[in-house]
């Protein structure tokens, strides 16, 4: 099946710091999503984003099909933004929707 | 907007006693998918269903089965529990549309998770 790997696994932030993230896939896809693991286990849906740049507020995402990678930028760090980040994909075919996950990034992000 | 509502949020079972996590979609999403987070784990797919037919499996143990019934929502029957089982089971929701290259399913949206402890 296909592969998904993250990196880096931690990071430490200072508020107002910027990082960025990012997600190697090992097949074409036909949709990749980033989500953020808050600290009460919840899954929020970040960006859909199987291709091309998006931008949300101080987060923005690049994915480049054709070299399997995506990233995921932050910029101006919170410290509600610490949890987990992780990138799944739809590798499509007979199985579109079901998600593989990475082993996703932990984000601590202090005052 | 509505959300996928999982219920109950929390449940605590004893060893080889059953469970079921039900799972309500969002309105007119026609597709329902079964996550399992183990501790310090990303989540793992475990079944899928569109339009109330079981369209992928992943790795489910037997114990466990799956159904969606005619208004959507599905539920997820868990028997002969195991302390292994304890984990975070989110529900997520999607709509498949059809395109020249064949299906695609669109932004997955998930449940806030139930919470099973075994014990």
Known sequence: GIQV?????????????NSTLRCNFSDSVNNLQWFHQNPWGQLINLFYIPSGTKQNGRLSATTVATERYSLLY?????????????????????SYGKLTFGQGTI???HP | AAGVIQ??????????????????????????????????????FLISFY???????????????AQQFSD??????????????SALY????????????????DTEYFGPGTRLTVL
């Open chain 2, 90 to 105: 989110f529900c997520a929701s999607s709509s498949i549309h059809g395109l020249a290259g064949g299906p695609r399913a």
């Open chain 1, 5 to 17: 790997e993250q990196s880096p696994p931690d990071l430490i932030l200072q508020e107002g710091a």
């Open chain 2, 72 to 85: 959507y929502h599905s539920e997820l029957n868990m028997s002969s529990l195991e302390l292994g089982d």
């Open chain 2, 7 to 44: 219920s109950p949020r929390h449940l605590i079972k004893e060893k080889r006693e059953t469970a079921t996590l039900k799972c309500y979609p969002i309105p007119r999403h026609d597709t329902v998918y079964w996550y399992q987070q183990g501790p310090g784990q990303d989540p793992q």
């Open chain 1, 74 to 94: 932050i910029s101006s760090s919170q410290t509600t933004d610490s949890g987990v980040y992780f990138c799944a994909v739809d590798a499509g075919g007979t």
């Open chain 2, 51 to 65: 339009e109330k037919m079981q369209s992928d499996k992943g790795s489910i143990p037997d114990r466990f089965s």
């Open chain 1, 107 to 109: 984000l601590t992000v």
